[in-house]
């Protein structure tokens, strides 16, 4: 088999990074309100008990704005509230740039995450992981497993071996800008992105593990692995109910920080829900696009050591749909479908 070869896109990278900072940096509009100065951001994240912690701010600055000093006060500010004792993380995600086109630049593929994420991706406080696909940038003097979180070459994204896992042992506090309006996601679900993290601890079989291969520069050709829908025709994963209900339980809880609000949750205690309800109410995580369509009557015998597809109970029915071959479910999950 003849060795895969992959285009230089590096100059192509620098050029939409040029681009970034010409769309995000462009003058805001006139607007009515009184802008939000940076001491006041610092007093609402304190009242999240940011300080001296591991943190990881999901942002957006359109829900955030007027800001004075804008987007880049808003990283002084994440800085000056987390404090030199404490551990700052931004998502920098790109979703597109290595499972598409087969190249990631360290250096220069710029975050998809929004403006805030991008300047403190370029802010030399800040040093960036390497995971093409879920990379972080990270600031702070107490970086102990953080540090590893984007020092080192993590080739899982989510489950036991991820940069997700050392944010949890190590107490992270989770904070999306936005609460309910803020989007992580590719399809504009909200929601903490560790959620799929729980999905791959609970062994959710509508998510699987999926190895991607391309170029990354001064490391030659590289695999990486990240949770992705494993039967797109049949479920997508969908977060967004199970955040209301993690909120409507107290485990989210919901912070004034500027003119928005932000939900806040403990890494530990909001992922080790997450994992139970995946298995107990998977309806919260997944959206289905095909009905059962046919009921298949079969013996105690041949369900016996069957387990249920969706949640790891015993199946007690088996059913078959459109164009998707033959599926266990139990009692509970076949209902809802």
Known sequence: MAEKTYPDYGEMERHWNDKVDEIHLAPMPPTVAEPTTKDELVRDLLAMGVRGR??????????????????QAVVNACLEAVGPDGCLIFPTYDFESFTER?????ANTPSRMGIISELARKDGRFFRSRHPVLSYVVAGTHYSGARMLAGLDRPVAHGSRSAFSEFVDEGGLL?????????????NDVGFTISNHAAVLAGAPWRKMKVFEGVVPDMGICRYALSVNADPSRYVTEVTPGHL???KQGIIKRFPIGRTEAWVAYAR??????????KTDPALWRKQFVQPSESIDVTDTE????????CGASAVRTFAVGGGGIHDACGACWVRG
């Open 102 to 106: 087969g190249y990631w630049d360290h």
């Open 175 to 187: 904070i999306s800008i936005g609460a309910d309006k803020q989007s992580g996601f590719r399809n």
């Open 303 to 310: 369900t016996k050591n069957r387990k249920c597809e969706y």
């Open 245 to 247: 209900e993690a909120e």
């Open 269 to 278: 205690t909001f992922v080790d829900w997450a994992v139970e309800s995946h």
């Open 54 to 71: 591991h943190v990881m701010v999901h942002s957006s600055y359109k829900l955030l704005a007027p800001v004075e000093n804008g987007p």
